[in-house]
């Protein structure tokens, strides 16, 4: 069955600074990828997409790269403000499939 | 934000309860979606409809049973309440987008703010 790893469970930086989140998949060969953004007793909110085809999309600070070789995706903010303090879901999908898989989704704190 | 709604947002009840989570959507979406979801946890699909009178059961098993009878209305029913059924319940909604062809659509989904369900 597929698998997908996000990074690590919580991710502390300073504000102004980057935040990197790594989101690792086995046994699975997405269309696409995206990036969703839950705050606590909320559901999760959609980001960014990425298709396989793509190498890298941006959004504002927000920049996503996608390597089908290494399965894997980087979700990047540049410029990190406490406001976004969030976990980050990755979730993959394949074109045509009602069905996405999430990951467990790694926690962000930026602080001020 | 997202035109998909959940009630109750939180809910405690008492085991053996018959209890009905709520989800509506006032965005014409086909397709809907409940998740359930463990603090720390992914988001686990168990049960999804691609239209009126059309229900799937989702990758995890559950007990509870859906209905679609409306398209904006997509209703979670657990006969009988237990406290393994303590957690998030996480309604979505979708649409394929067309990003130029027939084969390259994608699913971008629209959640609810959720339901935490204490079962006592």
């Known amino acids: 069955s597929q698998k997908i790893e996000q990074n690590s469970e919580a991710l502390n930086i300073q504000e102004g600074k980057t935040a990197t989140l790594t989101c690792n998949y086995t046994n699975y060969s997405p269309a696409y990828l995206q990036w969703y953004r839950q705050d606590p007793g909320r559901g999760p909110v959609f980001l960014l997409l990425i298709r396989e085809n793509e190498k890298e999309k941006r959004k504002e600070r927000l920049k996503v790269t996608f390597d089908t070789t290494l399965k894997q995706s980087l979700f990047h903010i540049t410029a990190s403000q406490p406001a976004d303090s969030a976990t980050y879901l990755c979730?993959?999908?394949?074109?045509?499939?009602?069905?996405?898989?999430f990951g467990t989704g790694t926690r962000l704190t930026v602080i001020p | 934000e997202a035109d998909i709604y959940q009630t109750p947002r939180y809910l405690v009840i008492g085991t053996g309860k018959k209890i009905t989570l709520e989800c509506s959507q006032t965005m014409g979406h086909d397709k809907m979606y409940w998740y359930q979801q463990d603090p720390g946890m992914e988001l686990h699909l168990i049960h999804y409809s691609y239209g009126v009178n059309s229900t799937e059961k989702g990758d995890l098993s559950s007990e509870s049973t859906v209905s679609r009878i409306r398209t904006e209305h997509f209703p979670l029913t657990l006969e009988s309440a237990r406290p393994s059924h303590t957690s998030q319940y996480l309604c979505?909604?979708?649409?394929?987008?067309?990003?130029?062809?027939?084969?390259?659509?994608?699913?971008?989904?629209?959640f609810g703010p959720g339901t935490r369900l204490t079962v006592l």
């Open positions: 979505a909604s979708s649409e394929f987008l067309w990003l130029g062809g027939p084969s390259s659509s994608y699913n971008e989904q629209f």
């Open positions: 979730a993959l999908g394949q074109t045509g499939a009602n069905n996405l898989f």
